[in-house]
């Protein structure tokens, strides 16, 4: 598109218009009339009619930016879990007063349609969801970003539970269609695999030079696909870029005609392969070299295209710094440090220095991780097998770096050895984030203490020789979705008292903090909490047939299951009541009634995180069925949680589980949704916890548990699981309970796993912070005794949480790492 290319305007801004695209898009996109139209084709109908009012934005912001050539960033995720479209697309259009209108006089409902829409299988967790916070907030910031990542077939799975076992089914997110997505086949991109490489002396005397080529073994095809990421009513219209795999040669046709028919499909089918599920199971070979292609495919894509469709023709790529930020979300795009070099030598004929000069102006590293085994490391044989031009790249890399380590350290060969991007033990492997570390401008944490960790444990030998490379950000929300989509009844009780600036100015909820002295708002504070749980009701009636009381208090406990988050914890407290209660040492009058909700997924291969899902489950429908202590404790476990459950369950907390090890979490997102929701924390000082009980106060927050240097201590000493167990009558009951068949049908072996695991090994200190973790529980109880008092920390939770909005994590990074430019345009 050219500077002077005429863009079509949006179309009018009324019922009348919204109802004339409406029966535009029915008619002649979906081929169908209003009377005869099925649920599904008026959802499409609707998203494209919604997409409308956007459109011209979009191409008037990527005009805008390919003119311009403003410092942006290019955000690179292995995720971005979105959630569902039409609502956040109505809310930045300024479109819900008058969709809804429009709809309801052609007699259809606007919550029908929002039901109709199937949630992207785009991401899992905590990652992606933040990589979807992000590119909200820089668009509703006007600062010019571009998200790349993969577009999943499948998304990572669906999950269904089977005999209270979770079993995994593919997410057919796709089936109905995808109207917020843009198919580019014309902009596809060639990714090599495997190969070998050719070196050879180019010039004469002192002008020659040694180049490389790649000679590839087999390719596919990144065909792009176009997301919308509108800005807040700002005029702004971001893009998310996708890729799905597809073959060279999808199709042979003489093989076919022999009657070989799944020989004719087999390179479309290993090329579709990269594409189809996130994060693929990696405890087989293939597996791992499954998820290494992914990684790669989409860096490769996406510096392409960048450099391709991005940049004028005859750009210096010299400059390419000041023109981009690649910000590596995690590990898992690393190889595009290699990549990136490849790029600038092999295509562009740079030299060595000049490539390696670009390259570290260009990447900034987030880790996203405190746990070692999170950090990827790729075994030579395997990178080298894939991507041999890389594995050279990295050898070189490593090498000069190694260099300055021995000349800054004197020759310590045991700090070269651990800061060495190629690890010797057990076996020889890339250390993707040694490399991201020594290749980018900046490194940040995403949390005070996880930053401060990072710094003085994971990356400490990095952090002493760079001390300037290394800073925090800490993560946020967009209160977008969050409150102003998720929590219609707060953000209006909000918008009453103070205004609406607030959307895009979260410390303003500052000005609510007076009202938690109000004892008229605190009643209405409680009015909005209670119709959030009968919608939740409502929900887990028509989604999963669960029942729970809205009378109770709701305990809620959702993330990922992994041992670290300690979902074992909490189920050990149940187990506990449910002993206390069924044994007759307290009796349904002495508690405080309450309905314990989980929601997580485990990865396919993680047989402890599977088992401790499956126990939940059991102890559910264990204390579920008994007649008295069901009044007074439930469990319930919706099954494939997922942002669209999110929106309506987290309004509806009373109390938010943030309880892993301290020292393990590296931030935490869900923590800031549940505070700024008006849920109270029951928590460790771990991750972004401790912010949170900074900001919100002490009387606001039930603290617990061992501190990261308390932990560390035991674990130097030697932790000794048993003797927790051996000391503590109460925990020695509720384990006992689960060892002996309680909870399966009298069974003893089908949880020995794990009860053997806390008992021989309690990697994460389950045990040590059981007691503690039940006196905080009695704490809370007492505390919810009062409603009046409650409600208070509620609104003061909800008040000081404005610091935890992704906008202010976006002017962090802005000011930090990547100092991109703010191009603020015309709604």
């Known amino acids: 598109m050219t500077e002077t290319t005429p863009l079509i305007t949006n179309p009018e801004h009324s019922v009348e218009g919204f109802v004339r695209e409406y029966l535009r898009e029915l008619n002649f996109a979906q081929g169908t009339v209003l009377e005869r139209a099925s649920t599904n084709d008026k959802y499409l109908a609707l998203a494209r009619t919604v997409r409308h009012y956007l ?44 969709a809804a209108e429009a709809l309801a006089s052609l007699g259809i409902e606007l919550d029908e349609l929002r039901e109709a829409e199937v949630e992207p299988g785009l991401g899992n967790g905590g990652l992606g969801r933040l990589a979807a916070c992000f590119i909200d907030s820089l668009a509703t910031m006007s600062v010019p970003a571009i998200g790349y990542g993969i577009r999943y077939e499948y998304g990572i799975f669906r999950q ?40 050879w002396t180019e010039g004469e005397g002192d002008d020659a030079c040694e180049r490389t080529r790649w000679i590839p073994g087999w390719q596919v095809l990144g065909v792009p696909y176009n997301y919308m990421v509108p800005g807040y009513r700002n005029g702004t219209v971001n893009t998310l870029r996708l890729w799905s795999s597809r073959a060279t040669h999808a199709f042979d046709l003489k093989i076919f005609n022999y009657g070989d028919y799944a020989e004719a499909v087999r390179a479309q089918t290993f090329a579709e392969n990269i594409s189809k599920v996130l994060y ?34 005859g750009f210096d790529l010299h400059r390419l710094g000041e023109r981009i930020s690649f910000q590596l979300n995690d590990t898992h795009p690393v190889i595009a440090v290699p990549e990136l070099m490849r790029l600038l030598m092999d295509d562009e004929g740079f030299a060595w220095d000049e490539a390696w000069e670009v390259t570290q102006s260009c990447f900034a590293y987030t880790c996203h991780t405190l746990l070692p085994e999170a950090l990827e490391v790729w075994p030579v044989e395997l990178l080298g097998r894939l991507l041999p031009r890389h594995l050279e790249i990295i050898y070189r890399i490593n090498d000069e770096f190694l260099d300055v380590v021995r000349e800054t350290s004197g020759g310590d060969e045991l700090l070269v050895r651990r800061m060495s991007i190629i690890a010797e033990h057990p076996q020889r492997s890339v250390r993707m984030a040694h490399l991201a570390t020594v290749a980018s401008v900046k490194v940040n944490g995403v949390a005070e203490l996880h930053s401060q960790l990072l710094r003085d444990k994971v990356l400490a030998d990095f952090a002493t020789l760079w001390p300037e490379k290394f800073t925090n950000v800490t993560n946020g929300v967009t209160p977008r979705r969050f409150l102003r989509l998720a929590n219609p009844g707060l953000s209006g009780l909000i918008t009453e008292a103070i205004g609406d600036g607030w959307v895009t100015d979260l410390d303003r909820l500052r000005e609510i903090e007076p009202l938690a002295d109000d004892p008229e708002f605190r009643r209405r504070f409680r009015e909005v909490k209670a119709a959030n749980k009968d919608r939740l009701v409502q929900m887990l009636g028509r989604r999963d047939g669960i029942e729970i009381d809205p009378g109770t208090m709701l305990d809620v406990m959702v993330k990922r299951l992994h041992e670290y988050k300690r979902q074992m914890l909490k189920l050990l407290h149940v187990v506990t009541l449910y002993d206390r209660l069924s044994s007759g040492e307290i009796s349904t009058q002495d508690v405080v009634p309450r309905t314990v909700v989980f929601g997580a997924k485990a990865a396919p ?65 869900g923590n800031m949704k549940f505070a700024l929701n008006g849920a109270l924390t029951i928590g460790t000082d771990d991750g972004a916890n401790v912010e949170i009980r900074q900001l919100v106060g002490d009387d606001n927050f039930f603290l617990f548990g061992l501190t990261e240097p308390e932990a560390a201590a035991i674990a130097e000493t030697g932790y000794r699981p048993s003797s927790y167990y051996e000391e503590n009558p109460s925990l020695r009951r509720a384990l006992d309970l689960v060892a002996r068949g309680e909870f399966s049908g009298g069974d003893r072996s089908v949880f020995e796993p794990v009860v053997s695991n806390l008992l021989g090994e309690d990697r994460f200190m389950v ?25 208070r920390s509620a609104v003061l939770n909800v008040a000081r949480s404005g610091f935890f909005s992704s906008d202010r994590s976006m002017r962090d990074y802005m000011d930090r790492i990547w100092h991109a430019e703010v191009l603020p345009e015309e709604a």
């Not at 791992?288 to 940049?311: G, H, N, P, T």
Request: hydrophobic share 40%; with cysteine; glycine share 4%.
């Open 160 to 199: 269904n539970f089977v005999d209270g076992r979770q079993v995994e089914e593919p997410d057919h997110w796709l089936d109905n269609g995808s109207p917020w997505e843009f198919a580019h086949p014309e902009h596809e991109v060639t990714v090599n695999f495997g190969g070998h490489t050719e070196t």
């Open 280 to 313: 693929p199971e990696d405890s087989t070979p293939q597996g791992k070299e499954l998820r290494l292609q992914q990684q790669y495919f989409f860096v490769a894509c996406s510096l392409r295209d960048f450099i391709d469709q991005l940049l004028p023709e």
């Open 55 to 98: 459109m011209s934005r979009w191409m008037r912001t990527t005009t805008e930016h390919y003119r311009r050539q403003p410092k942006a960033v290019a955000y690179l995720s292995a995720e971005f879990l979105l959630g569902r479209q039409l609502d956040n697309a109505l809310l930045a259009a300024d479109l819900e007063a008058i």
């Open 605 to 669: 291969g993680y047989v402890m995180a599977k088992e401790i899902i499956a126990l939940i489950n059991h102890v559910g429908t264990v204390v579920n069925s008994h007649p008295e202590i069901s009044t007074v404790l439930r469990i319930a476990f919706p099954a494939n949680y997922d942002v669209t459950v999110a929106e309506t369950l987290i309004p509806a907390a009373d109390l938010s589980e943030q309880i892993s090890l301290a020292g393990k979490e590296a931030s935490g997102t």
């Open 767 to 791: 045990l040590a912070d059981y007691q503690a973790y039940l006196d905080a529980q009695d704490r809370v109880e007492a505390a919810y005794r009062d409603p009046d008092a409650w409600s």
